[in-house]
């Protein structure tokens, strides 16, 4: 095996094997232009050889017995995959987590049981607005909010259980505890059966997520204020909802309880909805929730919430714009004006860590922060507050530390809102583009010209590509419509590999689909499409 790789790079360049290896020079030509984080054509190499050769190789990683090759604190995505990943490579790992559960916000208070929620509240609307004109007729239509909750918590607790599963294949340690950075390659955990840990280990990697933030001199209860966790886990389906915060969070849930029959307002301080999607996207997107019986106050701050003398919620607003002051009556007020990292109560501070302004962990191209032995991923540093976006960034981490080739490429990252119609994007918006002086091309294609959708019945939105004027290479997709947020992958894919919009409309696609509209939307984009 020596001889063979001695004459392997003896006789070729690092571009030449890669290029050997992975089979295409575009491809490879492709990728050292994109912004990613930690690549070169090296360490690509190594991740082939790696790949290609693993069975064959054995990697010695911790020093001692006791001593750990890496630290995780967090079991969210982004920690728990990095563990994960960890024991794939072989090192000795361990994962400690203050929950008690394996998942972090995502799968416990966030992106898994609010999905539940939101396909059962689309059942419910689709049965009581839509099945009689297909000829289903339903008598006594009714919502169980006490079931539809323990269909919620049973698919939380299935998926966690399942991480713990994955933990034991992968011979992760699991240690349920607070865990504090106390030194450059140790940490100390407060258990949560009581008593304490030290854990040492080579390196450390923070993974400790994020938290809901508030507004200044309102405070969260959990009860009549509530953040998204107290809103996945209402006592009973209100009268009157109060949504601060016209984000994704904010119109997920909000979507949720107007489906059940809850009065749902929206107060949004800035003039638009998603203000980080296409602004034709957003527009169209806020048209749709409207229809739905959703309410929308923009360009309005929230001064002040009390509760009535009737139990009911008082939120003071005012309009920034006429310089007009209202209130806004409710059974509960959700705040859902962002997230902030969960970087207070780590133990930063011990050896020195370097933080921006807003409490996030600096890290370099490495995800290394100014401390050499320890690491930083997901909520806890820059960048879109995504689950994915924590466990790519995670696995590109650990395959770093064992000298492989890891990388993020952070203009390929997908975006969805899960209300419906759906709405998924990538890549950047038009309104970027003009303000980055890029020559752009655009096409469009409606699920109103779509086979499936109009079959369907669910034919609102559409799909709107946009690619380089010169080079046609794809800029940014967004899509608004049925099944958004799985049609985003293909785009994606096509954006990783540096596609032209030709590319996909060239691209046979099953007929009839959903997916149909993408292929026709890229072929407005270099041609004309066919069924528009």
Not at 142 to 163: E, F
Not at 212 to 225: A, C, N, T, Y
Not at 378 to 399: F, N, Q, R, T
Request: aromatic share 6%.
């Amino acid at each position: 095996m020596f001889i063979f790789f001695f004459f392997f790079f003896k006789q070729k360049t690092a571009y030449e094997m890669l290029r050997s290896l992975v089979g295409s020079e575009m491809c490879i030509r492709d990728r050292y232009q994109r912004r990613v984080r930690g690549t070169d054509c090296r360490s690509m190499l190594r991740t082939q050889l790696a790949t290609r050769f693993r069975p064959n190789l054995v990697r010695s990683f911790a020093a001692s017995a006791d001593q750990l090759d890496l630290i995780v604190i967090g079991g969210g995505p982004g920690g728990y995959v990095a563990a994960i990943k960890a024991g794939q490579l072989g090192m000795k790992v361990a994962c400690v987590e203050k929950r008690g559960t394996l998942g972090g916000t995502c799968l416990n208070v966030g992106c898994i049981p609010s999905k539940a929620l939101l396909n059962a509240s689309h059942m419910y609307h689709d049965a009581e607005h839509n099945f009689k004109s297909k000829g289903i007729n339903v008598e006594g239509l009714s919502v169980d909010w006490g079931v539809m909750q323990q269909s919620k918590d049973k698919a939380v607790t299935g998926l966690t259980q399942g991480i713990e599963g994955l933990f034991k294949k992968n011979k992760v340690e699991y240690v349920k505890g607070h865990a504090r950075i106390s030194g450059t390659n140790q940490v100390v955990v407060d258990l949560l059966d009581g008593g304490s840990q030290t854990l040492e280990a080579k390196n450390i990697m923070i993974a400790s997520g994020s938290e809901p933030s508030s507004l200044p001199g309102i405070e969260i209860d959990e009860k009549k204020i509530v953040s998204s966790t107290g809103a996945l886990s209402l006592s009973e389906v209100p009268e009157a909802l109060t949504v601060v915060g016209g984000g994704v969070i904010g119109l997920e849930m909000g979507s949720v309880y107007a489906r059940l029959g809850t009065k749902v307002t929206v107060v949004e301080f800035l003039d638009r909805i998603v203000p980080t999607a296409d602004l034709e996207i957003g527009k169209t997107f806020m048209r749709a929730l409207k229809k739905q019986g959703m309410k929308f106050k923009l360009s309005t701050a929230v001064q002040s919430i009390n509760e009535g003398a009737n139990g009911k919620m008082v939120a003071t607003v005012k309009d920034v714009k006429k310089d007009k002051e209202s209130t806004i009556e409710s059974d509960i007020v959700l705040i859902s004006t962002g997230r902030r990292p969960n970087t207070d109560d780590v133990g930063l501070e011990a050896v020195g860590i370097e933080t921006d302004k807003i409490g996030r962990v600096v890290v370099d191209d490495h995800f290394k922060t100014n401390v050499g032995s320890i690491f930083a991923i997901g909520d806890a540093i820059a960048g879109p507050m995504l689950a994915h976006k924590a466990e790519e960034e995670g696995i590109a981490c650990v395959e770093m530390l064992a000298g492989l080739g890891g990388h993020v490429n952070y203009d390929a990252i997908p975006g969805v809102v899960y209300t419906h119609p759906e709405v998924a994007d990538c890549g950047k918006t038009e309104e970027q583009l003009k303000d980055e002086g890029i020559k752009y091309k655009v096409g469009k294609f409606p699920f109103m010209a779509n086979s499936r959708a109009r079959t369907n019945d669910d034919a609102e939105g559409m799909v709107k590509i946009l690619a380089d004027a010169e080079t046609d290479r794809v800029l940014g997709i967004h899509i608004i419509g049925p099944n958004a947020g799985e049609l985003i992958a293909e785009g994606v894919l096509g954006m990783e590999y540096g596609c032209s919009s030709e590319d996909i409309g060239r691209t046979c696609h099953a007929h009839p689909t959903l997916s149909e509209a993408f292929k026709e939307a890229a072929m407005a984009v270099y041609d004309k499409p066919i069924h528009f």
